[in-house]
């Protein structure tokens, strides 16, 4: 039996939710363009790690990760989604992070990857849909809705569809999470989330689940809580 994620929120939930998203969604839409990436001037030497931004975002808004984790010696990039707005398709987005995968990972080398928000599905597609189980050694998520959020319901666009409860993109990536066992996959979500509603649909049984108390969706690539909890899982 299916169980259900989903309770009915009040008001004040309502208001606060779409407090989050105007937030989130403070960097302006990019245009259709190709994916774009910014490496670190950090340490070259040390383990490849890929961020994948959330919606309205750009791989600008993964710095104060970026550089936290060049801190620690890791070789950080972050590509940036165009368009940024989840108007096409997940499977058109992973494509985008496959070809900045190729042309900026050797072939045969393994990468960590970290995605927040949407770009936790995105990430999701590409292990799981293209193969990329066969190259990413550890999987972060923050804040993903891997299970979809109501929020989702407001908006008709192709990407935010399939990130609606019960979309076939999520029942096909959720059906079949074989490819995501071998990974050292961790999930790390706050459940003060009121832009992933509900916060639990960041929890995947296959992950290890960690809390991070922050008051806001956003602010998890930002706070030291959450930035912390992805360097001890890529350790």
């Known amino acids: 039996m299916k169980q259900s994620l989903f309770r009915p929120g009040a008001v004040w939930m309502t208001l606060c939710g779409l407090l989050q998203l105007l937030f989130a969604g403070s960097a302006q839409a990019h245009t259709a363009g190709p994916a774009g990436a910014q490496p670190l001037d950090g340490e070259r030497g040390g383990r490849r790690v890929l961020l994948v931004h959330g919606i309205y975002n750009s791989g600008k808004r993964m710095r104060t990760m970026r550089r936290l984790l060049e801190a620690h010696g890791w070789q950080v990039y972050a590509i940036s989604l165009r368009p940024n707005d989840a108007s096409i398709s997940f499977e058109v987005m992973a494509r985008q992070l496959d070809a ?7 072939s045969g080398e393994k990468f960590d990857l970290v995605g927040f928000s949407m770009g936790g599905l995105v990430c999701r597609y590409y292990i799981q849909k293209m193969g990329g189980y066969r190259r990413v050694r550890h999987f972060v998520t923050l804040s993903t809705p891997n299970h979809g959020t109501l929020w989702a319901w407001l908006s008709g ?17 959720n059906g079949d999470v074989s490819k995501l066992v071998p990974l050292d996959y961790t999930s790390i979500y706050t459940p003060l989330d009121l832009t992933i509603v509900p916060p639990s ?4 049984q296959v992950a290890r689940n960690v809390v991070s108390w922050v008051p806001l969706h956003a602010l998890m690539i930002y706070m030291p809580g959450p930035i912390h909890a992805v360097e001890q899982a890529l350790e």
């Open 100 to 106: 900045f995968v190729t042309a900026n990972v050797p």
């Open 157 to 173: 666009r192709e990407g935010v569809k399939e990130m609606r409860p019960g979309s076939p993109m999520l029942d096909d990536l």
């Open 201 to 204: 649909s960041s929890r995947m």
